[in-house]
Structures are given as structure tokens and as C-alpha cells.
């Protein structure tokens, strides 16, 4: 089944372009397109635009990405709302993600990866640009030790590394879906990572 998203973006030109790469993507069914939050607002607002996904930009006319998050929830609590922005400090982050949003990116960030953070997210992840991860970690975080990995832990990353999905990890290591979810958390937070492509990206480094 495709993958509900929507898109919300007040500059055409990134609009556009958004829209004409993310919906040509097999797993993504694009079901709303929005230059505001308002605009949004009034495509749930009778209940047959239900996305799983939104992908928002935070500065808009009208209210904000950051005050959109709670907005849209309201009329779709299904959907996992994803900023994207050109702010990069570390308290706009905060507040982004105290406001509900599971993912903060940058509009420098390439189209394919935006796909891959957007497909993080219904992975369990929270994804961040790499300029992001690393202001909101000197920010939150400055002297974090590095934790090791518990066995289970390492088991279920040597898995992902190997190409399997969840679903398999689980079946493999004879636990369940939700606790390879939690698990993977934890690495994340012990790794200082936001994503499943971080966390390979870190392995093919050694």
C-alpha cells in the first residue's frame, strides 16, 4: 500500500519540485499539495484527505510549519508531520520538535534523501539533516560519552546491515516487530544518529 503525503510549501519553484519527485516515487501517493498550513487545514477539514506523511516548510504566510504541527494533528492524528527549512540553529529544532514533528531537514538536503527520511520515519526513526544532528547535539548534548552496545543490540544492527527489514530482524532473533523498534531507538540515542541510513552509513565506515 502506498504511503500517504502530503506537501506543504509556499515557494512554487520548491513546490513544484517536491511534488514532482516525491509523487513519482512508488511508495509515496501524494494526496495533498498546499502553499500554507490554511490551505491544508481546509483540505482535511472534511475527513477524505487523511495523509500519513506531511512534509512542511516552516516558514509560511499564515501560521508556521512549527505551530502547523499541532494544528495539523488536530484534524489528522494519524500523520506524521517532517520540517523542512532553511533554519539550522538548534532552538528552532527544539521547539519544532516539542511542538510534535518527528523529523527536521534542511532544503539543501538532495530529493533522494528526503525520500529516505521520509520512509525513516514510518521506520520508527526521527531523521535530521547532518547539520542539524550535530547543532542540536553540541546543543543538548555537548559531552555525551559514546555507550557500547548491548549483544541484542549489535544482533539486530548486524541484521539491518545485511539488508533485512524489521519484519525479519524480529522473526530472526524471535522477538517482536515493537521490540526491534525499541530497540533501535536506543542505538540511535547511543550512536547520536537520527536514521536507518545514518546508522549503515556509519558501518560501511567501520
Same mark, same amino acid.
Given at each position: 500500500?502506498?504511503?500517504?503525503?502530503?506537501?506543504?510549501?509556499?515557494?512554487?519553484?520548491?513546490?513544484?519540485?517536491?511534488?514532482?519527485? =516525491? /509523487? +513519482?516515487?512508488?511508495?509515496?501517493?501524494? &494526496?495533498?499539495?498546499?502553499?500554507?498550513?490554511?490551505?491544508?487545514?481546509? #483540505? @482535511?477539514?472534511?475527513?477524505?484527505?487523511?495523509?500519513?506523511?506531511?512534509?512542511?516548510?516552516?516558514?509560511?504566510?499564515?501560521?508556521?510549519?512549527?505551530?502547523?504541527?499541532?494544528?495539523?494533528?488536530?484534524?489528522?492524528?494519524?500523520?506524521?508531520?517532517?520540517?523542512?527549512?532553511?533554519?539550522?540553529?538548534?532552538?528552532?529544532?527544539?521547539?519544532? =520538535? /516539542? +511542538?510534535?514533528?518527528?523529523?527536521?531537514? &534542511?532544503?539543501?538536503?538532495?530529493?533522494?534523501?528526503?525520500?529516505?527520511? #521520509? @520512509?525513516?520515519?514510518?521506520?520508527?526513526?526521527?531523521?535530521?539533516?547532518?547539520?542539524?544532528?550535530?547543532?542540536?547535539?553540541?546543543?543538548?548534548?555537548?559531552?555525551?560519552?559514546?555507550?557500547?552496545?548491548?549483544?541484542?543490540?549489535?544482533?539486530?544492527?548486524?541484521?539491518?546491515?545485511?539488508?533485512?527489514?524489521?519484519?525479519?530482524?524480529?522473526?530472526?532473533?524471535?522477538?517482536?516487530?515493537?521490540?526491534?523498534?525499541?530497540?533501535?531507538?536506543?542505538?540511535?540515542?547511543?550512536?547520536?544518529?537520527?536514521?536507518?541510513?545514518?546508522?549503515?552509513?556509519?558501518?560501511?565506515?567501520?
Amino acid at each position: 500500500m502506498k504511503i500517504r503525503l502530503a506537501i506543504v510549501e509556499d515557494q512554487p519553484a520548491i513546490r513544484e519540485a517536491l511534488h514532482t519527485y =516525491l /509523487c +513519482a516515487q512508488p511508495e509515496f501517493e501524494c &494526496v495533498a499539495v498546499a502553499g500554507s498550513v490554511e490551505e491544508l487545514l481546509s #483540505l @482535511l477539514a472534511d475527513g477524505t484527505v487523511a495523509p500519513r506523511l506531511v512534509l512542511s516548510d516552516i516558514g509560511l504566510p499564515g501560521a508556521t510549519g512549527i505551530e502547523g504541527v499541532g494544528l495539523i494533528r488536530e484534524l489528522a492524528p494519524q500523520a506524521e508531520v517532517v520540517l523542512i527549512t532553511v533554519y539550522q540553529d538548534a532552538e528552532r529544532t527544539f521547539q519544532a =520538535l /516539542c +511542538a510534535g514533528a518527528v523529523g527536521y531537514l &534542511v532544503k539543501s538536503t538532495p530529493l533522494p534523501a528526503i525520500k529516505q527520511a #521520509l @520512509l525513516d520515519v514510518l521506520a520508527g526513526g526521527s531523521p535530521m539533516s547532518p547539520a542539524i544532528a550535530r547543532h542540536v547535539m553540541r546543543y543538548f548534548r555537548p559531552a555525551a560519552p559514546a555507550t557500547a552496545l548491548t549483544p541484542r543490540e549489535q544482533q539486530i544492527v548486524e541484521a539491518l546491515e545485511q539488508g533485512l527489514s524489521y519484519k525479519l530482524v524480529a522473526d530472526r532473533l524471535g522477538i517482536s516487530l515493537n521490540t526491534v523498534r525499541a530497540h533501535i531507538r536506543t542505538v540511535y540515542d547511543k550512536l547520536q544518529i537520527n536514521s536507518k541510513s545514518e546508522l549503515l552509513a556509519r558501518s560501511r565506515r567501520g
